[in-house]
């Protein structure tokens, strides 16, 4: 009798330890699940840090701008490494191999081209009223497909820079990185010193702070000849600022845009920026 209830006593014992171990032992099991996911997500994240963005890589092999490329991506028209991709964020690595529309492309060599705009050209692409556009005069300028970097109105000559550089053209026309750009302005008439003091500094525009750099009169020249500097990008905003205080502008000449200058560049003529150009340019901050 004693050997049956000593017996029945471990086995009761028994199935009373059994639920201490199941417990000691799962927690266990999900730590290093939970450590391994851990270690494996960053490392894919640095991989395609290293990449550039699809859209990006179509923009710069001279196709077409970003925007239109996310349609192009959206619409099956490219493949990386044979295999159709359409998700906007892709990131081609350098390896692989990018086709648009069947045919393989490679990001294009950056071009960088300065132009001494004449007058009665516009600053655009093309123009469905058959006007002459600043593209004509450097048609032979580049194989690459270019774009000029901000904006001169028809009447507007001077320095107009040209590329197909985006990330140097969208600083050099963001507010923020304050880009110089000096005009000669031929007035009406002469400027009164009282109106000169009026546009020093701070005016309202159209509602609108424009913030003036400098402003004078020009050395050896009649009081209607004005230099005007300032870091706006607004539309035709020389010409406004000078409304602003009662006159017209009769010329307007861009003669510094950031460090560069007309030197020995003829009007209507172009010329290639020196690496040295390229360079300081792109210290901009």
Not at 29 to 41: I, M
Not at 232 to 254: A, P, Q, T
């Amino acid at each position: 009798m004693e050997s049956n209830k000593n017996s029945s006593r471990r086995r009761q014992e028994g199935k009373k330890s059994a639920p201490l171990n199941r417990k000691t032992t799962k927690p266990l099991s999900r730590k290093p699940v939970k450590k391994d996911y851990k270690k494996t997500t960053p490392v894919k994240k640095s991989d395609e840090s290293q990449g550039i963005r699809l859209n990006k890589y179509i923009a710069n092999s001279g196709i077409c701008s970003r925007r239109e490329a996310d349609t192009y991506i959206e619409h099956g028209s490219v493949q990386v490494n044979g295999k159709l991709v359409t998700e906007m964020g892709y990131k081609v690595q350098p390896n692989d191999v990018v086709q648009f529309d069947g045919t393989s492309i490679t990001p294009e060599q950056k071009r960088y081209i300065l132009l001494n705009k004449p007058k009665n050209y516009i600053t655009t692409m093309d123009d469905d009223r058959g006007r002459k556009t600043v593209m004509e005069l450097i048609a032979n300028a580049s194989k690459e497909r270019i774009y000029p970097v901000g904006r001169l109105d028809r009447n507007t000559t001077g320095l107009l820079l040209f590329t197909n550089d985006g990330d140097l053209a969208k600083k050099l026309t963001h507010p923020k990185h304050n880009v110089r750009k000096l005009y000669h302005a031929s007035l009406d008439r002469k400027l009164d010193l009282k109106d000169l003091e009026k546009l020093r500094g701070e005016v309202i525009i159209e509602g609108k702070k424009v913030f003036i750099d400098a402003v004078s009169y020009i050395n050896g020249e009649p009081k209607s000849e004005i230099g005007i500097e300032i870091h706006s990008g607004r539309n035709r905003i020389v010409r406004k600022i000078f409304e602003h205080v009662g006159y017209k502008v009769n010329k307007l000449d861009r003669v510094i845009f950031s460090e560069l200058t007309k030197k020995n560049l003829p009007r209507g003529r172009w010329r290639s920026l020196t690496t040295l150009e390229v360079a300081n340019l792109q210290k901009l901050k």
